[in-house]
Each structure stands twice: as C-alpha cells, then as structure tokens.
C-alpha cells in the first residue's frame, strides 16, 4: 500500500517537485555522489534505485553503466530525456529481483525515507547480494523514529517511514557491509531545516 501512495504522489506531483527541489540550500548529495564516482572505474555497473527526474542519473550515465529504478512512470519520463544512455526499469525497487554479483555500486539519494521500516533490513541484504565483492552503496536514510507516516506533501498524498541513525548503521552492518563514511548532514528545504543520514558502505 505504501508503495502505491508514494508511486501515484509522485505521478500526480508534476513539476512541483522540480520546483520545491531547485529551492534547497546546501543541498551535500553533490559531495557525496563525487565521493562515491571518485571510487569507481569508468564503465563501472551502476544500480540507481529511485531514481526519480533522473538529476543524479545523468552525472552518473556521463562515466557509468547506469540502470535506473523508480516507481513513477511520470519521473521515469524525465529520467530518460535526461539520461538517454542510462537503462531504465519501471519498479518498486523492494520487489526487484536481479542477479548476484551484478554491479559494481548502488546508489539512492533521498529515497530509502520511502521506504517502510520493516522492509529496509530485507531491501539491504538485497543490495548486497546484487554487489561483488567489495561493491559500494551509497545512500542517504531518514533520521526520525517514525514507523509510518501518511499525509499531504507538496499537494499530493506521501508516505514517509524512518529509523534513528544509530539503527541505520546497524543495519547497514548486519546486512554485510562495511561503513566507509557515516554522517548526519543538515541543509535547507524550503520548509525548513532537514537532516538525512548519509552512509557510504563497501560489501563484504
């Protein structure tokens, strides 16, 4: 049900969102996404789950083997104007069911705060499988104890669902990795300020 609510919010969202994001300050996803690029080889298998308008798809699909995820049939429409190189798939990425030992990083830049707690343990013992050995994840999770929360955002119905950062990290660990970088990074939205949980982690 959660994954309805987000996939029709965000079809039903258009350019409002395009608009709200172009009003974050400080935003560090640029930082983290270089960190993460600067670790790779060119031609590198890239997976990019929730990938929305595609804003990080293209810097990505410039050097890497980049296929895209998002639930959104309309942001996927975006994503491929963006990033025509990149490969696309039309899914929640909690269901995806790809190969062991498939790409070389994931990537997932404010998404996993989508995604319902108890499916974040599952969803990265996923990533790690679809990795080689020694693969990358980068990701930014929710800071909040929020079990489930649904209601009105920029216009449309969303869902929204996070773990404390010390939880995050757990996780991260108990599903096989090893945490390169581990911050709480603060910028601001055009509500206000937010704070995301940004993790870089290598598969072991």
Known sequence: ??????????????????SWAAEIRDDPRDEWRADLCSRLAAGARVLELGC???????????RFAVTAVD???????????????????NSDFTSLDLDDDSFDAVASF???????????APLLRAIHDWLVP???LLTAFGTSDTEAWTGEWLGVPMFFSSFPPERNSQLAREAGF????????TFTEPEGEATFHWILARSI
């Open 178 to 185: 090893d945490i390169l970088r581990d911050e709480l990074v």
């Open 134 to 136: 020694g693969g990358l």
């Open 52 to 62: 929305g308008r595609g804003r990080d798809t293209c810097v990505l699909a410039e």
């Open 1 to 18: 049900m959660s994954s309805i609510i987000v996939r029709d919010g965000y079809d039903r969202m258009g350019d409002r969102f395009e």
């Open 71 to 89: 639930c959104s049939p309309k942001m996927l429409e975006h994503a491929r104007r963006k990033a025509p190189r990149a490969t696309f798939l």
């Open 110 to 120: 404010y998404v996993f705060n989508h995604v319902p707690r108890g499916q974040l």
